[in-house]
């Protein structure tokens, strides 16, 4: 029989909110794929009170996994998995999931692998549920994304909310709308909280590579930060936003600005990153040229009701609703059949461990 804990005694410090979720009765039983900023922040959370009906069955990092219960029931999880573990298997995590008896089964994807999203339908197509903050099916090729549809009308449920916003209820209301026979216009805003915190804050005081690698400490950028300045990440959330309203759009029909020159595409990310002072020079001439026009710069993405896609460096004056954002700020503007008059404007910080963990909970809780 399992122990009563109260929340206090969880909140103590103790290991006991761990060992709710590995020992608490089955209503949900999971795993996590990614340990990283935002799968750690991810287990804190399942220490948590609230998480106290999950049952984390196994966890995985790209290189080792642990399916024991006592290891997962370990405060110190994710550092453990960094020292010691099973080789990564697939099969094994899964056949954890099948061994417990929840009657929810769910596969948290905490990666930012496109090797593991184009598992997602498969294991929908099984009867697992899959919560995911890697965007790399649903704003992938429009092929992935049509092969998740006809996988999800098998009855599984895909929690996305992660994916756009960290989190913001941009996709839910984009879908609660559709339900009610509303259809999207236009869409138009800031879609990525790294870029937004890079933006709002560059005024040519300080380089922009040190405002990057800022971002990079507080966990808004993505594993390789090249995918935020190439623009690849944005085009995923507006790929995703465009496919839920509707809008079939593939990859090649989003005209994408990449901030990332020539010279640095090539290289690994550590190779990268030792070189990041050469994004400077461009930027601090684009950023003074916009302010000859008492203009400031913004990294914006638009779709026009005509369906024509773009995402990139914009020029917009100081009262432009996008240069009144502030830290990691995410902004979307949805014009609609019914919201025509003024856009219904979705705004808040769109990056981050907490917030896009609390997406991935709030997902796998609504499973319950
Ligand atoms: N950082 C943020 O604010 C937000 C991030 N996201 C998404 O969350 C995902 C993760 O981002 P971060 O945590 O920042 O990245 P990260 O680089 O800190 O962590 C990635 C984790 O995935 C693991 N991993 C990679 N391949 C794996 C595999 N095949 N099997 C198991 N684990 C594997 C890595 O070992 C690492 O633990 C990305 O898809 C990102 O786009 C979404 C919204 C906001
Ligand atoms: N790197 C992303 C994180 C969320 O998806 C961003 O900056 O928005």
Request: proline content about 4%; overall charge neutral.
């Amino acid at each position: 029989m399992n122990a009563v804990l109260t929340p206090e005694k969880v909140r103590d410090g103790s290991k006991a909110g761990v060992a709710i979720a590995a020992r608490a009765p089955a209503g949900i039983a999971l795993v996590l794929l990614g340990t990283g900023v935002v799968g750690g922040a991810f287990l804190k959370l399942l220490n948590t009170p609230v998480a106290a009906a999950l049952r984390l069955v196994g966890v995985a990092n790209s290189r080792r996994q642990q399916t024991a219960v006592e290891a997962l029931a370990d405060r110190g999880l994710r550092e453990q998995l960094k020292r010691q573990g099973d080789a990564r298997d697939d099969v094994k995590l899964l056949n954890a999931l099948d061994a417990s008896d929840a009657a929810v089964k769910v596969i948290v994807d905490a990666t930012a692998s496109a090797e593991l999203a184009a598992r997602h339908a498969e294991w929908l197509a099984r009867g697992y549920h899959v919560v995911t903050a890697n965007k790399s099916l649903g704003g992938g090729e429009l092929s992935g994304w049509r092969t998740l549809q006809e996988a999800l009308a098998k009855g599984a449920h895909y929690g996305d909310a992660a994916t756009v916003g960290a989190g913001l209820p941009v996709l839910s209301t984009l879908r609660r709308l559709r339900a009610c026979g509303d259809g999207l216009l236009t869409l138009e805003g800031v879609f990525s909280g790294s870029l937004s915190y890079l933006f709002n804050q560059y005024d040519g005081s300080r380089p922009f590579s040190a405002l990057l690698e800022e971002a990079r400490q507080q966990g808004y950028t993505e594993p390789d930060p090249r995918s935020d300045l190439s623009g690849e990440d944005v085009a995923r959330k507006l790929l995703i936003l465009a496919r839920n309203a509707g809008f079939a759009l593939g990859t090649d029909e989003v005209e994408v600005e990449s901030l990332v020159p020539e010279s640095l595409r090539g290289l690994d990310t550590q190779a990268f990153l030792a070189r990041a002072d050469e994004l400077d020079a461009p930027l601090a001439a684009r950023h003074a040229e916009a302010a000859t026009r008492g203009n400031v710069l913004r990294y914006l993405a638009r779709l026009n009701q005509r369906g024509h896609a773009r995402v990139g460096l914009v020029e917009v004056s100081p009262t432009h609703p996008a240069a009144r954002l502030y830290g990691t700020d995410n902004q979307f503007a949805l014009t609609t059949t019914r919201y025509h008059t003024q856009p219904l404007v979705i705004q808040g910080p769109g990056a981050g461990p907490e917030v896009t963990a609390q997406a991935l909970l709030g997902d796998v809780l609504a499973l319950g």
